[in-house]
Each structure stands twice: as structure tokens, then as C-alpha cells.
């Protein structure tokens, strides 16, 4: 397969890992946008979050829940974001989030300001 999170997960690309268990990777971002910036996948490929199977969902809120944890952007906030498909801006074909943080992030210290600001 040519799924380059699919080559992570196997070892065949080295990440700079952040957590994992038996059901989940997290790993940091080659390009980041900002200070934190973590990849969070399943290990079995998954296509994106439309071709995903509902009860993944429980265990995965736990295990994103346990990275903002371990790298301390659990209490200061950070953005959870999936892109779904080509036009969503999905660039990698396998499910994917990503968790930012670490800082008041430009789009939240936009809306702080003026809270009509839309997206």
C-alpha cells in the first residue's frame, strides 16, 4: 500500500511519536502550524471520516483526549480538526486529525476580538 501513515504505522517511515497504543498512533506534524501540532490516526486505514465506523469514535475521544494531555495543551485549549476528501483539503487518505495548540492560535485571537468574524 502507498498510504504513507500506513508505512508509519508499519515502521517503514520513521515518526517522531508522541502516544500510542494497540488502536491509535499520534505523531508530530513534519510541517507544523504551530508550537503543537500532532497527527492523530487509527492504525487500521480508514479511508477519511466519512468512511469511518461510528464506535471507533469512543475509544478515539480517549486517546485524543490523552495526547492533549501528554503534551500539555489539555488545560490551555487546542483545535481538533479532520479534513474530509479532496475539497475538504484532505491531503493523505487516511483518517486523520489534527491537534493544535500551544499558544493563542491567530484564528482564536481573531474571534476573541470580534466575535462575528466568520470562517
Known amino acids: 500500500m502507498d498510504c504513507v501513515f500506513c508505512q508509519i504505522v508499519d515502521g517503514k517511515i520513521p515518526s517522531n511519536k508522541v502516544l500510542e ?34 464506535e471507533m469514535f469512543g475509544d478515539m475521544s480517549g486517546f485524543i483526549q490523552e495526547v492533549a494531555i501528554v503534551t500539555g495543551v489539555d488545560k490551555s485549549g487546542y483545535r481538533l480538526i479532520t479534513n474530509c476528501g479532496e475539497n475538504g483539503g484532505q491531503e493523505v487518505m487516511h483518517l486523520h486529525f489534527h491537534l493544535l495548540g500551544g499558544k493563542k492560535l491567530p484564528w482564536a485571537q481573531n474571534l476573541s476580538k470580534d466575535p462575528k468574524t466568520s470562517f
Do not use: E, R, Y
Request: zero cysteines.
Open 21 to 54: 497504543n494497540d488502536k491509535f498512533l499520534a505523531f508530530h506534524d513534519i510541517n507544523p502550524k504551530a508550537p503543537v501540532h500532532v497527527l492523530i490516526i487509527p492504525k487500521n486505514h480508514i479511508d477519511n471520516f466519512q468512511q469511518s465506523p461510528g
